[in-house]
């Protein structure tokens, strides 16, 4: 079966997926108790009015009608307007979006340094008390509250040790590509905390077994350096589970991100959201469950790609 | 000692290599013994917390604001509003509990059934059930607690909800690999070829034989969700305020950190910490006790032809060498 081929099968599953995502999103509008039309205008428009703005947001329509309207919506006049700030939504989910992606990256580079760190030195040691100190500290930070957890990053390092900012995603000023980062470091260590401890058991264990295999006796036996071993040997073997784990990490990583966003009171999707819950704010908020439902889909595709991609083996199956 | 000393240099390989030494009974049962000790405390001063409580949890103060752990009459002090810590830890745990608690029960029901069903129904219903259940699986929770607390407002079922919908996929994965299992089983073969119908396989054969690795199983996810719950509540979606909840308490605290008043946010996060942790030893201990081997509920992609070969799947189903699978099930991988 042909890459090409199996990739399109891939996408061809995501698009059922992708509908029900957008139904339940749909649905979302549809079902909350109370008019949001009401809930805004009724103080100001008569009933006749009313009727006329239900119109003009085409929630006359049935509900199947309804539920293309709102498709062509979002796949055309940028997700409808938002019922509190009278504009597209991806306007406004646009700027954040990015921020957000920002921050999912910087988790996913934490993730990926720190899960692998950890894990390979508590492999490498295996028997010895540093790999029973590492995990003893792994499985307190698996039971943080990734909430909590940020809040103590702030309390120690910026406001204790006053290394790094507070929370926001830039100084009062401005301050460019150095400035942004040092807001990156904290939220982005949060957002992966819980995907860096699960991946370094796995590394942990996979070294663990690698070690013990025979092929990796034979070539220690015949005094390859260790260092040589580990690198092209050892890791080689698991690096294709080592992306598997952070492919399937990454739902658990967009979570952590929005509680860190919260924390960190970073500009991005989640305080948007959780604002536009707040506020009633169904438009932005049915668009912000596609968008991000969405952008994880393709990332799982793209984690699907790159294991094949790493594991020839695969390709037979 | 004499004998150590004088004994041949390879004699030192029968003893234990540092760290290999087996985690003994008595270890397993200090750790089970010290969780269950921590879990009892809160379950009983939650239970009893009218009476534990030395304040109204509700009842602020605008006098004695802001008061530091110690201060008397108040040994955690006071928060914002000058409402006493202690009581709002003590009747928050109550909040916290109860709500992790119903929702892996919930979902630990609900997981079984699931699996149940997928692992006696034909090959269609079964695949279709798995197939949800993959997609469901790693899905950002975060999504579906937004939606749930649009439709509902944000409140303790909004937790509960997102819960199940983030633990249900693990549990029905273990206990479909479970029945599975169990399935395949000569004593279900002799009840089969006694003439036993499908309820009789399951509910006098089966089920007995799984209930015990679906009880440890949940009590393992108690902990993990206690804390996901403060998170949520934390972020607003979850428990609203002025209800003591621990998650809430950590929110609260959050605002007034910049002010320099730590210790309002740290002691119900160190609560929530502390009780998962306990949970998480009990689970362990548990397994090891009641000698319960996980089926690994860890997610493979795609079905491979050989998954020896496979070497995706070799570090993820391996259990160290040493016997304890440090990776130790999917418990610790459900998002906090």
């Given amino acids: ?317 | 000692m004499a004998d150590l000393a004088t004994a041949p240099k390879n004699a030192s390989r029968l003893v234990p290599l540092p760290g290999r030494r087996p985690r003994t009974v008595t270890g397993r049962n200090l750790q089970v013994g010290v969780a269950l000790v921590i879990i009892a405390v809160v379950v009983l001063s939650s239970v009893f917390a009218p009476l534990v409580a030395p304040h109204d949890p509700l009842l602020s103060d605008p006098a004695s604001k802001y008061l530091p752990p110690g201060s008397p009459g108040h040994l955690l002090g006071t928060d914002d509003q000058g409402r006493d810590l202690l009581s709002r830890i003590i009747w928050g745990g109550r909040t916290s509990l109860l709500i992790a608690v119903v929702a892996v029960a919930f979902s630990t029901v609900v997981g079984s059934a699931l699996a149940i069903v997928a692992g006696f129904a034909g090959p269609l219903l079964s695949g279709l059930i798995m197939r949800t259940v993959d997609v469901m699986f790693a899905f950002p929770v975060i999504i579906v607690a937004v939606a749930l607390a649009a439709l509902f407002a944000p409140g303790p079922s909004v937790v509960i909800l997102a819960i199940a919908f983030a633990v249900i996929p693990y549990v029905s994965r273990v206990v479909f690999a479970e029945v599975k299992q169990q399935k395949g089983q000569d004593y279900v073969e002799a009840a089969v070829s006694l003439g036993a119908g499908h309820a009789s396989i399951l509910f006098r054969e089966v089920l007995p034989n799984v209930t015990t690795q679906i009880i440890v199983y949940a009590t393992s996810l108690v902990g993990g969700m206690v804390v996901f719950a403060s998170s949520l509540s934390a972020v607003g979606i979850g428990v609203q305020p002025p209800t003591a909840d621990w998650g809430q308490m950590i929110a609260t605290g959050a605002r007034v950190v910049i002010s320099g008043n730590l210790y309002v946010a740290l002691f119900p996060g160190l609560m929530v910490l502390i009780v998962a942790l306990a949970f998480n030893w009990l689970g362990d201990g548990l397994r090891d006790v009641l000698d319960v081997r996980q089926r690994s509920g860890a997610p493979s992609r795609r079905k491979t032809g050989d998954a020896g070969a496979d070497g995706r799947d070799t570090p993820v189903g391996a259990a160290g060498p040493d016997g304890h699978a440090d990776a130790s099930g999917p418990a610790e991988e459900v998002p906090r």
């Fill in chain 1, 1 to 317: 079966m042909g890459t090409v081929k199996r990739i399109g099968w891939r996408l061809l599953l995501m698009l059922p997926i992708l509908a029900l995502v957008s139904v339940l999103a749909f649905l979302i509008g549809v079902l909350t108790p109370g008019d949001p039309i009401e809930a805004q205008y009724a103080n100001r428009f008569t009933a006749e009015q009313l009727d006329q703005i239900r119109a003009t947001y085409g929630l006359d329509l049935p509900l199947w009608q309804q539920y293309f309207v709102w498709l062509k919506n979002v796949a055309v006049d940028g997700g409808g307007i938002s019922i509190v700030l009278g504009v597209p939504v991806f306007d406004i989910l646009g700027p954040n979006f990015l921020n957000t992606l920002i921050l999912t990256l910087g988790g996913v580079v934490a993730c990926v340094v720190f899960g692998m760190a950890i894990g390979a030195t508590a492999g490498i040691f295996h028997r010895t008390w540093i790999d029973r100190a590492v995990m003893l500290i792994v499985q307190i930070g698996s039971n943080l509250s990734i909430y909590w957890f940020g809040l103590v990053l702030i309390i120690v390092f910026s406001l204790q040790l006053q290394w790094l900012p507070v929370g926001g995603m830039q100084s009062r000023n401005g301050g460019g590509f150095a400035d942004l980062l040092a807001h990156l470091v904290l939220p982005s260590l949060a957002a992966g905390l819980i995907s860096m401890l699960v991946l370094a058991r796995f590394v942990r264990i996979g070294i663990i077994h690698e070690v013990g295999t025979e092929h990796f006796k034979t070539f220690a036996s015949q005094g390859i350096p260790r260092w040589k071993l580990y690198g092209k040997h050892v890791g080689r073997n698991i690096l294709p589970s080592a992306v598997n784990i952070t492919g399937l990490e990454i739902g658990t990583l967009i979570t952590g991100v929005i509680f860190v966003e919260s924390v960190f009171n970073w500009p991005g999707i989640g305080t948007q959201l959780l604002n536009a819950v707040n506020g009633k704010d169904y438009p932005v908020i049915q668009g912000g469950i596609l968008l991000v439902a969405a952008c994880y889909l393709v990332v799982n595709l793209l984690t699907d790609i790159t294991v094949d991609s790493l594991n020839p083996r695969l390709r037979r199956a």
